[in-house]
């Protein structure tokens, strides 16, 4: 017998959705985690009125992210976990970003319609690009941070980001590494603006190269080369480009690092993440996609990259790795 189950499951699924970006963007999951409080001492601390925000805390509660014993609340062990912003694994992430990405989410059919991206990220102006690159660099830290520990840099002399916006994910490299001579190679617009934001965070060292990868390699060359979310925004004749002009960016027997979220397996079906992170590209690109693990395959070896394995990170996103023969 057919029901409606899965339809109303899926539609019930986004309000908590919703309740757990609200509870990210108000901090609630870091304030609980210096202890145990009460909606009125939540709602002083966040200038909020307790009784409405109560609503928002009973909400979490009631799907497992808070606890609640006589009218006080605390982190539940997930929340604890992975949603505090002073822990090394906090996977709340941007939340500008993130209401950003969502907002786009609701246009898919606006987008289709229309046969263009309904939520279109242009960065034909230096003020967007500075704008958008200082609110990717805490994420980007935070996943130089992650690379760091999964990775062994000890013999590495040199590595450059291409693509990496303000370049941060250098910066949680080198706290790891810090003997790594690093370098950004970024279109114009965004190297502009990389030097005040690496400044802020304490890392002048970092080498700032305007370039296009799709036009011509690095100026230099280097051990390893870092492709960060760059693969995806792209249609497949300068995915393929681009992966040729950074193996041209790396010393014999230099390794290239190509990461992302957005991969999914080669029926298109899973993972989950992948196939709707689809939907988001097509209504925020005007090309690119989540394109499958033989896709990736295949243009690293026409790259001239051997050895191609894929992997997932601690933070869920797929790392590709191939190494240059030479």
């Known amino acids: 017998m ?12 986004v309000a908590p959705a919703m309740a757990l970006r609200a509870g990210l963007e108000l901090e609630l999951f870091t304030l609980l985690g210096r202890g145990p409080a009460r909606a009125e001492d939540l ?8 009784a409405r925000l109560s609503r928002l805390l009973y909400a979490l509660a009631s799907i497992g992210l808070l606890e609640v014993t006589a009218g006080e609340f605390r982190n539940g062990a997930e929340a604890a976990a992975y949603l505090d912003a ?3 694994e906090f996977r709340g992430g941007d939340h500008a970003l ?28 230096t003020e967007t690009a500075e ?4 609110r990717l660099a805490p994420g980007g ?6 690379l760091a520990q999964a990775l062994d840099l000890s013999g590495i002399r040199s590595v450059i980001d291409i693509g990496g916006g303000a370049g941060t994910i250098l910066v949680g490299l080198r706290e790891r590494w810090p003997h790594l001579a690093t370098t950004l190679m970024e279109l114009p617009s965004v190297a502009r603006a990389a030097p005040a934001i690496l400044a802020e965070y304490g890392a002048p060292e970092v080498i700032v190269e305007e370039g296009d990868i799709l036009q011509a390699p690095a100026r230099g060359r280097h051990d390893v080369a870092i492709l960060k979310a760059v693969i995806q925004v792209l249609p497949p004749d300068q995915a393929r480009r681009a992966l040729h002009n ?4 790396l010393n014999p027997g230099g390794e290239i690092l190509v990461a992302g979220w957005g991969v999914v397996n080669d029926d298109r079906l899973g993972p989950p993440d992948g196939v709707f992170l689809n939907l988001t590209f097509l209504n925020l690109y005007r090309a690119g996609e989540s394109y499958t693990e033989a896709q990736y395959r295949e243009w690293m070896t026409e790259a001239g990259f051997q050895g191609i ?17 030479g």
Request: glycine share 8%; aromatic share 6%; hydrophobic share 40%.
């Open 2 to 13: 057919v029901t409606s189950e899965r339809i109303d499951r899926l539609l019930e699924g």
């Open 43 to 50: 709602g002083r601390a966040l200038e909020v009125d307790p």
């Open 86 to 88: 002073t822990k090394p």
């Open 98 to 125: 993130l209401r950003e990405l969502w907002g786009a989410d609701l246009l898919t059919a606006d987008s289709l319609r229309q046969n263009r991206p309904a939520a279109l990220h242009d960065f034909a102006g």
């Open 131 to 134: 704008d958008f690159s200082r």
């Open 141 to 146: 830290i935070a996943f130089g941070r992650v």
């Open 246 to 249: 950074a193996a041209r960016s």
């Open 309 to 325: 394995t894929r992997s997932q990170l601690p933070n869920g996103c797929a790392l590709f790795r191939g190494r240059m023969t």
